[in-house]
């Protein structure tokens, strides 16, 4: 059990750290907000993974807010954004 925990553990901390190099390189703003989504549903992963390994359930509250948040926000932000800037025109 404790093997498989540091192992979804590391999967997460890569993961996270992708999510965040793309959060700083990513060249339109679409990028970033993927991004974005992708951190924080790692960040409801590793809560449900420590809700799991401790076996309570007093996290359930706080996945159901941040599983709502992440949603609301990545309609929200696709929504409102004019469209995607780094697709050319056919100069023709």
Same mark, same amino acid.
């Given at each position: 059990?404790?093997?498989?925990?540091f192992? +979804?553990?590391?999967?997460?901390?890569?993961?996270?750290?992708? $999510?965040?190099? &793309?959060? *700083?390189?990513?060249?339109?703003? =679409?990028?970033?907000?993927?991004?974005l989504?992708?951190?924080? +549903?790692?960040?409801i992963?590793?809560?449900?993974?420590?809700? $799991?390994?401790? &076996?309570? *359930?007093?996290t359930?509250?706080? =996945?159901?807010?941040?599983?709502?948040?992440?949603?609301?926000?990545?309609?929200?932000?696709?929504?409102?954004?004019?469209?995607?800037?780094?697709?050319?025109?056919?100069?023709?």
């Amino acid at each position: 059990m404790t093997i498989a925990l540091f192992i +979804a553990a590391a999967m997460l901390l890569i993961g996270a750290v992708c $999510a965040v190099a &793309r959060m *700083t390189m990513g060249p339109t703003v =679409l990028d970033r907000a993927v991004a974005l989504d992708v951190f924080v +549903a790692l960040g409801i992963c590793g809560l449900a993974i420590e809700a $799991a390994y401790g &076996r309570h *359930t007093f996290t359930l509250p706080l =996945l159901l807010v941040l599983t709502l948040l992440g949603f609301v926000g990545s309609v929200s932000i696709a929504r409102f954004t004019q469209g995607s800037d780094d697709i050319e025109e056919d100069p023709s």
